[in-house]
């Protein structure tokens, strides 16, 4: 639980202090949004490594090693000179936590029975939703009262005690550890294909000099995602365990993951940056804006958790997706005219509805598996949620950037755009997620 709040934290807080960052350095938003979309890319690509970690080093060791060199590329990232290497640390942090992640994850189906997972994965997310409760509100503290650079410093006390509760309460490997080649080259065509396609849709922000960039960005990321996916049929020992995807409700599942990656890191780096960028609020009351609806979330989780174990999957996920969506509206039909009460209602109705989602689709994904099979499962749906986020992020991101501007910032009409769009994904993946079976 430690590791993921660290995680979700590192993901969050980062956003309020964005017109900070942007105004220091002298970088506009194509860049900034980077100290993001950088972070959830290295963590999508990461994730999936995680089950060939677990089988050859043990979760003890593995997750002790992540958490401590996430500590200290964070306090690297505090004292950054440069723009550049404020992201290289943003990077770097981003690919120890897709280690971390997953593991939680990996730890709660393992040793939970079916019927009480989705309490286990609701008593969980009930700790970990403080980290996007409490994120927005400490940076925007740390933004107005000290300095961005302290949002970078945040994470490590976190992580560092998380090392010490590791060493103390998780057991050493029982089992005899595996011994298999490490998929190195799907590895890097998944690297590839995330950061081509990233770069691609970055630089499609500013098209003027970079359609030659562009072009070749994307085709590479074509031919990579291709001999990515034909590796991955073909090898002993995949990265991606594509013979979980033949399953239905796991398919489906999978599918629903993307749209909650894309709703919850999309919307939590839409609204600080639209409170602050179109109705004029502090850094600090855009974090508290947060704060009641990550609370909301916290009390929504264990009752959801516990009605996965008891109610369809497809039920809950549909509930929580309709939820969000009716949010996401409310946003894109606001003005600034609009109080601080209503938009901070609006936010917890959309909370509510991630709640409702994060456990039923963990069982509806998970619970068909067998238990050797839930290391390479746990890794593969958190990576479709943060590949979900990943793109979530830019495709907002670039949504902002073709919108009105007004003195170099994007107007309340660029943000109305890119609610309704947000809403619009989150919709078209209800078709999906009533497939999974019960």
């Known amino acids: 639980m430690l590791g993921t709040m660290a995680t979700v934290l590192s993901a969050t807080i980062v956003n309020v202090a964005l017109p900070d960052i942007m105004t220091e350095f002298g970088i506009r938003q194509g860049q900034a949004h980077w100290l993001a979309t950088g972070f959830i890319a290295a963590m999508t690509t990461t994730m999936l490594t995680t ?4 089988d050859h080093f043990g979760l003890r ?123 190195l080259k799907g590895f890097l065509l998944l690297a590839l294909t995330i950061v081509s396609s990233l770069d691609a849709l970055n630089r499609l922000q500013s098209p ?15 031919v990579a995602l291709t001999l990515f996916v034909r590796r991955e049929r073909r090898t002993e020992h995949p990265l991606l365990q594509l013979q979980l995807l033949r399953r239905r409700s796991f398919l489906f599942a999978n599918i629903g993951a993307i749209a909650l990656g894309l709703a919850l890191f999309g919307s939590t780096y839409l609204i600080p940056l639209f409170v602050q960028t179109a109705l004029d609020f502090s850094a600090t009351d855009a974090g508290l804006l947060m704060l009641p609806a990550g609370i909301a979330l916290g009390v929504t989780f264990p009752i959801a958790g516990r009605m996965a174990d008891k109610r369809s999957p497809r039920l809950l996920i549909t509930f929580g997706m309709a939820l969000f969506a009716a949010s996401a509206l409310l946003f894109a039909m606001s003005d600034i005219s609009l109080g601080f009460f209503w938009l901070a ?26 238990a050797h099979e839930l290391g390479h499962g746990s890794s593969t749906i958190n990576f479709t949620r943060q590949l979900g986020g990943a793109y979530g992020i830019n495709i907002v991101a670039l949504t902002l950037e073709y919108g009105d501007h007004a003195n170099g910032l994007p107007t309340i009409g660029a943000f109305h755009t890119a609610w309704w769009l947000v809403a619009g994904f989150v919709v078209l993946a209800v078709w999906p997620v009533w497939r999974i079976r019960d």
């Open 208 to 222: 003027a000099g970079n359609l030659m960039f562009i072009m070749v960005g994307g085709t590479v990321a074509l």
């Open 51 to 54: 089950g060939w970690l677990l």
């Open 345 to 370: 209602l609006w936010t917890i109705v959309g909370r509510i509805g991630l709640g409702f989602m994060l456990p039923a689709l963990s069982t509806g994904a998970l619970n068909p598996l067998e």
């Open 61 to 183: 060791k593995t997750l002790a090693t992540a958490m401590l060199l996430f500590s200290a590329v964070s306090m690297v990232g505090g004292f950054s000179p440069t723009p550049e290497t404020l992201i290289a640390a943003r990077v770097a942090q981003g690919a120890f936590a897709g280690l971390m992640q997953p593991m939680a994850m990996y730890l709660v189906f393992r040793i939970f029975p079916k019927e009480r997972r989705g309490q286990a994965m609701g008593i969980y997310g009930m700790g970990v939703i403080l980290a996007p409760a409490l994120g927005p509100v400490l940076g925007g503290v740390l933004v107005d009262q000290l300095d961005w650079r302290f949002v970078m410093f945040a994470p490590a006390p976190v992580t560092l005690f998380g090392v010490f509760m590791v060493w103390k309460f998780l057991p050493r490997p029982v089992a005899p550890l595996l011994s298999y080649p490490f998929d």
